[in-house]
């Protein structure tokens, strides 16, 4: 039976495409989230690709009753002098990619955080590169949508990620929404909510604490019937993810019992149906 919530391959990191995509579709999963990270689970590399290529890859995705919800994208940072124009070419290419696969959107960082006096400039540098490529999403009728807050990146608050948001103010952006980043950046799940109405593209869901931020959906203190009914006030109606990055000592049949123990806490918080398996007589 499949479910109507994907699971991003970075799960899988340290194992090839195909065995990601086996896994996600044995434990009932409908879409994935793909992981196109540099260094870290790059399943696949949009750039230098060929629409031939495009088109293979959604071949060998639809194969395993699977589709692309969104490319998760990140080759460097938006204001980082070393690494933007390789970042930025490849978040275009992965809207090349992600129209070739009917994606809605492809998910990237907003920029490396920078310390308060330097923000200003720091968003500004980020914020001409985005305005820039989101022209190029809405001639694709596609959204680059930006991840916020988010730890570590120039919105580590609400309050940066609204005044961020505001002067992007484009509208092929909007936003993707992290549960365990919500959590450990301290926003109101409610303000949250309120902020963006209208404006949430893609929710990756994990569960936090105050020491870890990659825990399955239970194991953390995260509320999530409380973020879905937020996340219904907000006008969400697009894809619902599990993202969730294991150790690297983690075997591949743990990794599905992991999600798996994710998906029956999940499932109800979402209010989709699990049918239990019939008991042997």
Known sequence: ??????????????????????????????????????????????????????????????????????????????????????????????????????????????????????????????????????????????????????????????EQSIAFFKQTNHMATDVTLDTSHIYTTGADIREVARHFVGKLGHIHLRDANEKETHLVPGDGKIDFPFVYNMMVLAGFHRDYVVEIKFDEDKSLDDIKSELGRGLDEILPALKMAKKKKPEKK
């Open 1 to 158: 039976m499949k479910y109507p919530i994907g699971c991003s391959t970075i799960a899988f990191a340290k194992f090839d495409l195909d065995t990601a995509l086996e896994a996600i579709a044995g434990l009932g999963f409908s879409f994935i989230d793909l992981a196109c990270i540099k260094g870290s689970a790059e399943h696949f590399n949009p750039l230098n690709k060929s629409r031939g290529e495009y088109q293979a890859l959604n071949k060998k995705v639809r194969s395993h009753g699977l589709r692309v919800s969104t490319l998760n994208v990140n080759a460097g940072s938006f204001n980082d002098s070393k690494s933007r124009d390789e970042h930025s070419a490849t978040v275009r290419a992965a809207l090349d990619c992600g129209n070739v696969l009917g994606c809605a959107c492809v998910t990237t960082k907003i920029g490396d955080a920078a310390e308060e006096r330097y923000w200003e400039e720091s968003a500004n540098r980020s914020i001409g590169r985005i305005r820039e490529i989101a022209d190029y999403a809405a001639t694709l009728k596609l959204k680059l949508s930006l991840e916020m807050p988010h730890t570590g990146t120039l919105a580590e608050t609400l």
